[in-house]
């Protein structure tokens, strides 16, 4: 395992950057409260920008994730990824093969998977350590990504059972659900608008948190 998915095995919440539902503020001021409040695990999830705002944001946030010791992973955009020297990729379904990934990033950095079902499950495992982790959702309908259909907690009871990497719920997680996606497996939990539309964000992860606590 890499050492940096220490960040990831020990902090329940990663969080992601949802800019068009952070009611006005910024990718910048959003991930400083997220830090502020102690996460760990961030990624950066951008898809409508142009490259260069891209480019220009994450050479920000990759200066402010390392000084608070946290990980930022970065969505999609492999180039991206490497231009900016950040800690990691996450990549979907119909992104380029993890292989190929791997390759191009090299053996240092992380490499996250998405996975839908019972089948990407499996070809993950046998990846073996090309990939870090796995995403294993969407749990429940979300408003991040609107074609995506949920997989419900027969996927995530699978991936309990079966998954050779750590994996991350993902999918309309929120404060009123995370122990019944917590009972079924699950020990990282993907938060985005929950987190990024709060009008404290701080105070909203603290809650997470103790809401979590209270049921393990």
Do not use: W
């Not at 985005?192 to 539309?197: A, G, L, T, Y």
């Amino acid at each position: 395992m890499r050492k940096e998915m220490e960040h990831f095995i020990n902090n329940p919440i990663y969080t992601i950057t949802a800019e068009a539902m952070s009611n006005g503020r910024n990718n910048i001021e959003v991930v400083g409260k997220m830090l502020e409040a102690g996460i760990k695990f961030i990624q950066y999830r951008e898809k409508e920008k142009p490259a260069l705002e891209r480019y220009q944001e994450c050479m920000q946030l990759v200066k402010m994730t390392k000084e608070a010791g946290a990980i930022f992973i970065i969505d999609d955009f492999v180039d991206l990824a490497m231009a900016v020297n950040a800690d990691g990729v996450h990549i979907g379904q119909t992104d380029l093969p993890p292989q190929v990934v791997r390759q191009l990033i090299g053996e240092d950095k992380i490499l996250g998977l998405s996975t839908h079902e019972e089948s990407q499950l499996q070809k993950a495992n046998e990846l073996g350590d090309i990939i870090d982790y796995i995403g294993v959702g969407p749990v429940y309908a979300t408003q991040t990504k609107k074609d995506a259909v949920p997989v419900g907690f027969s996927y995530v009871d699978y991936a309990s059972k079966y998954a050779k990497h750590p994996f991350v719920a993902i999918g309309g997680i929120k404060e009123h659900n995370i122990c019944e996606v917590a009972s079924h497996g699950a020990k990282t939990f993907a938060i985005v608008s929950e987190i990024v539309s709060a009008d404290d964000i701080v105070n909203k992860i603290k809650s997470i948190e103790k809401t979590l606590q209270n049921k393990l």
